[in-house]
């Protein structure tokens, strides 16, 4: 079976800080993995997904997510926080069905 | 090209009663599935269409179903509704079957008083 376990339900950084966003998965096969953010009233948007390949993948605004298998984890960062990046951040697996984490609602100080 | 539509946005109904909501998927996208976003229980999958059948379904009674038109439009309909089935439902659409990304429409709030 695929979860994902988002660790920390809220974020908090200050503007030019660093944003970590920690997701953990668990998948018997080997996984797609994405992250999703979503605006207030708004869909899920793609920010970047790793399929296989490079480990490193680069998303929009700036994300990126590191694919490490021995730790089972796919962590989300961005060097340097914008007041626009407030919003709540979906890690997910994929297989038969794409399953989501609860999510991490990431706030930033001015 | 057009994202995922979602019609209605806002939707108030009363307990007992049932509802349709519609997805339009992104043109040339087959499967379409769909999703309750709760601030409770979070993302959870409904199910899943392709060329007309459904190909997966998540852990819900089956006052919730679905269908998938020719076209990949797809409706969803809830029957005897029940307060808590207030929520956001998501809809999401890819090119084929697989483990590809979705591409999400801005979803129908759904609101059971």
């Known amino acids: 079976a695929q979860s994902v376990t988002q660790l920390g339900s809220h974020v908090s950084v200050s503007e030019g800080a660093l944003v970590l966003l920690r997701c953990n998965y668990s998948?018997?096969?080997?996984?797609?993995l994405f992250w999703y953010v979503q605006y207030p009233n708004q869909g899920l948007q793609l920010l970047l997904k790793y399929t296989t390949g490079a480990t490193l993948v680069k998303g929009i605004n700036g994300f990126e997510a590191e694919f490490k298998k021995s730790e089972t984890s796919f962590h989300l960062t961005k060097p340097s926080a914008h007041m626009s990046d407030a919003a709540e951040y979906f890690c997910?697996?994929?297989?038969?069905?794409?399953?989501f984490g609860a999510g991490t609602r990431l706030t930033v100080k001015p | 090209k057009a994202g995922v539509t979602q019609t209605p946005r806002y939707l108030i109904k009363t307990r007992g009663q049932q509802v349709t909501l519609s997805c339009s998927p992104i043109s040339g996208h087959r499967s379409v599935s769909w999703y309750q976003q709760t601030p409770g229980q979070g993302l959870q999958f409904l199910f899943e269409?392709?060329?007309?059948?459904?190909?997966n379904k998540g852990n819900f009674p089956g006052r919730f179903s679905g269908r998938q038109f020719s076209n990949s439009r797809s409706e969803m309909n809830v029957s005897t509704l029940e307060l808590g089935d207030s929520a956001l439902y998501l809809c999401?659409?890819?090119?084929?079957?697989?483990?590809?990304?979705?591409?999400f429409g801005p979803g129908t709030r759904l609101t059971v008083t």
């Open positions: 998948s018997s096969v080997p996984p797609y």
């Open positions: 999401a659409s890819t090119p084929d079957r697989g483990r590809n990304e979705q591409y």
């Open positions: 997910a697996v994929s297989y038969h069905d794409m399953r």
């Open positions: 269409y392709f060329s007309e059948t459904q190909r």
